[in-house]
C-alpha cells in the first residue's frame, strides 16, 4: 500500500521560505511521477510542480514558476518542495500526489492515484 507523508508547513511571514517534504514507501518510487498541489479554503486543489518520471524535467504553475523548486532524493524516496518569497495568497494545504500512468496528466488532479494527508501553509503578511 502507498502512503505519501508530507513534513515541513507552519506559519512564516512574508517573504519567508519553506521546505516540504514528501516521503513515500510501499511504493517502488522511480515508477511514479510525483507533484505537489495545494488548497486554499474556499478554492478548487491547485497544481504548483511536478516531475517527469524520469526526473528530467519539472512542471511548475505560473505563479510559482522562479520561486518554488521542486526536487528528489531516490535514495530517500523523497519528494522536496522548496518555497521562497512566500506571500499570503501561498496560504493553503499543501499535498504530495503520485501516479503511475504511462501517459501521465502532470497537472490534473484526477489523474493522482495516491495522496498524502497534506500540510498547512500559512504565510502572514
Known amino acids: 500500500q502507498v502512503q505519501l507523508v508530507e513534513s515541513g508547513g507552519g506559519l512564516v511571514q512574508a517573504g519567508g521560505s519553506l521546505r516540504l517534504s514528501c516521503v513515500a514507501s510501499?511504493?517502488?518510487?522511480?515508477?511514479?511521477?510525483f507533484c505537489w498541489f495545494r488548497q486554499a479554503p474556499g478554492n478548487e486543489r491547485e497544481f504548483v510542480a511536478a516531475?517527469?518520471?524520469?526526473?528530467?524535467?519539472?512542471y511548475y504553475a505560473d505563479s510559482v514558476q522562479g520561486l518554488f523548486t521542486m526536487s528528489r532524493d531516490n535514495a530517500k524516496n523523497t519528494v522536496y518542495l522548496q518555497m521562497n518569497s512566500l506571500e499570503p495568497e501561498d496560504t493553503a494545504v499543501y499535498y504530495c500526489?503520485?501516479?503511475?500512468?504511462?501517459?501521465?496528466?502532470?497537472?490534473?488532479?484526477?489523474?493522482?492515484?495516491?495522496w498524502g494527508q497534506g500540510t498547512q501553509v500559512t504565510v502572514s503578511s
Open positions: 500526489a503520485a501516479q503511475k500512468r504511462i501517459l501521465p496528466r502532470y497537472n490534473d488532479f484526477s489523474a493522482y492515484d495516491e
Open positions: 516531475f517527469r518520471r524520469s526526473g528530467s524535467r519539472t
Open positions: 510501499g511504493c517502488t518510487f522511480s515508477m511514479y511521477v
